[in-house]
């Protein structure tokens, strides 16, 4: 077929580097960028396929996320906006890794057990982030969907949040960039229009934009808002490195404001983006200059409580989890299920898993406490929300909460994880309930917990169970854990395998800070000494 002979030809021009091999994990293929250009044409001939074969288009986007400048990645996204589907994601591998000489008969497998029909029309929407290696890497991933002679839809770099949202077309809104933000915007001034005498302190809001792709559009969406939130914008890419010392896992992981950010001052409401801008976490300092993070967890906790009451107001029986991971802070749980009454589900580590377990509710709230993720509305729930907002016969209070509800949902992207909506709906949130950044961080106190890594010969020798909160292999060591968990209060310790790296991580909490450290250290060891452990011996913290 000269379609393979096509591909073939621009194959040459991509060539895979002997020997190495990479794996389509949680985030797509993530690695140093001058190893994925045979990776970037490879995904636009699986976007392809994957076009054809569901007869919609297809996103592919350019990104390393929080990743250092000099990475970059790639992931696939699914007509709905969502992540593309596990046995995909193993046709992505096997490609991936296809000698060059095997790449027909890699491609040929692929197009054979799908049942695809190659004469069937193909569409791929391609974004990219603002690293300097992206426009080659997604000009890689373009030759690729033309090599098999797919169409390369819209632009061909631009807010990566936008693939999704467009892919989904008419449901959220106009599928396109100016559509997005008009779209979100106004639901914003909308949702908020009715806050009592909001002052300019109020509505500012200093934000971090990583020097990725989300500080840019958020200058071009500014004037949608119409000064109804006035966004003080730091690390826009005029001058600093994309992530460095900047973003929202640089300000998780160090517990620290941002270098490049103004000096902050005290209470002053501040977020971060990530380089790609699907995670946001939200800080501030005290009085004393003590900084104070809200991550995933706590804008579950906000946002979840917010809807819980509407839903309540509203007299509207629909059913509202949150789900969350093994890494969600133990306070965050217990104030959920004890203080709230919202049933909260636990599931594997990837936001795949989350947005999955988050389907099965009328309402699904799902946060990892990195700050990904996002609401998601059930087409019931949606209908019923609608119908008692158009409905003349209810009372004011009911019919408030209605249209308090069905403009939350229009604030808030279903799709992925977006930090621009995410910022949209906490603040809305915040005004709605006339909350200071200091009054929704009170909601719970966070127990003390430390995150450590042990390099392991062979990462798979650890398997787990009970959305990884309990060890299965190796024979030993959850036994283990659970003795030295019971040494302190309030504790709990869960490891897992990496998706990424021959290392383990090890998550510890308790009632100090000096406890969990301790409990982290001593898990640590157990890994090392039960599960492979390389190099030296995990020392203690203190």
């Not at 994990?25 to 074969?53: C, E, P, V, W, Y």
């Not at 603002?130 to 839809?153: P, Y």
């Not at 993720?373 to 949606?382: D, I, N, R, Y």
């Not at 100090?512 to 450290?517: F, I, K, M, P, R």
Request: aromatic share 6%.
């Amino acid at each position: 077929m000269a379609q393979f002979q096509e591909v073939l030809k621009q194959s040459a021009l991509h060539p895979k580097p002997a020997g190495l091999v990479l794996q389509y994990g949680t985030s797509g293929f993530r690695t140093n960028a001058k190893q994925l250009d045979h990776i970037m044409f490879r995904m636009g001939l699986l976007a392809t396929l994957r076009s054809k074969k569901t007869k919609a288009t297809i996103g592919v986007m350019v990104t390393a996320s929080h990743n250092p400048e000099e990475d970059n990645g790639v992931k696939l996204i699914d007509p709905m906006g969502e992540m593309v589907t596990q046995d995909w994601e193993e046709h992505a591998t096997q490609l991936a890794n296809a000698d060059q000489e095997d790449l027909l008969t890699a491609l040929k497998n692929i197009i054979e057990k799908e049942a695809i029909n190659m004469s069937q029309e193909a569409n791929v929407f391609v974004g990219k982030d603002t690293r300097s290696s992206s426009a080659s890497l997604s000009q890689a991933v373009l030759d690729g969907v033309s090599a098999l002679g797919g169409h390369s839809k819209g632009k061909r770099s631009g807010y990566l949040k936008d693939i999704p949202y467009m892919l989904c077309n008419g449901k959220y809104g106009e599928a396109t960039v100016e559509g997005y933000y008009t779209k979100f915007c106004q639901a914003f001034i909308q949702l908020t229009k009715n806050t009592s005498n909001r002052t300019d302190d109020q509505k500012h809001l200093c934000l971090d934009g990583a020097n990725g792709i989300g500080a840019l559009k958020v200058r071009e969406m500014e004037s949608h808002l119409k000064k109804e939130l006035q966004i003080s914008l730091n690390n826009d890419g005029s001058k600093g490195r994309l992530n460095h010392q900047c973003g929202a896992d640089y300000v998780k992981v160090q517990q620290k404001p941002p270098t490049g950010a103004h000096r902050i001052n005290p209470g002053e409401r501040c977020c971060s983006f990530d380089g790609d801008a699907d995670r946001i976490v939200y800080y501030y300092t005290d009085s004393e200059g003590t900084f104070h993070l809200l991550d995933g967890d706590k804008m579950a906790t906000l946002i979840s409580t917010f809807l819980k009451e509407l839903l309540t107001q509203a007299g509207l029986d629909l059913k509202i989890a949150v789900v969350q991971t093994a890494y969600a802070n133990g306070s965050s749980t217990h104030y959920l299920e004890n203080t709230m009454k919202v049933l909260v589900r636990c599931t594997k580590t990837g936001v795949k898993h989350l947005h999955h377990v988050a389907q099965e509710f009328d309402v699904g709230v799902y946060f990892e406490a990195n700050g990904h993720g996002t609401v998601l509305f059930s087409k019931a729930a949606e209908e019923k929300i609608q119908q008692l907002a158009e409905d003349t016969n209810v009372n004011d209070k009911r019919k408030k909460a209605a249209l308090l509800l069905r403009n939350t949902i229009n604030v808030i992207n279903q799709t992925v994880g977006d930090a621009i909506s995410d910022m949209l709906l906490i603040e809305a949130i915040l005004a709605i309930k006339g909350m200071t950044i200091q009054q929704w961080d009170t909601i719970y106190t966070d127990l003390p917990n430390r995150q450590l890594k042990v390099k392991v010969a062979d990462r798979r020798v650890i398997d787990t169970t009970d959305a990884e909160r309990r060890a299965v292999t190796p024979a030993g060591l959850q036994e283990a854990i659970d003795n030295l968990v019971k040494k302190y209060r309030q504790a709990r310790s869960f490891v897992r395998p990496s998706g990424t790296e021959d290392v383990v991580r090890v998550y510890a909490e308790a009632d100090t800070q000096e406890s969990a450290d301790a409990l982290a250290h001593e898990v640590s060891l157990a890994v090392y000494r039960l599960a492979g452990g390389v190099g030296d011996e995990p020392k203690p913290l203190h």
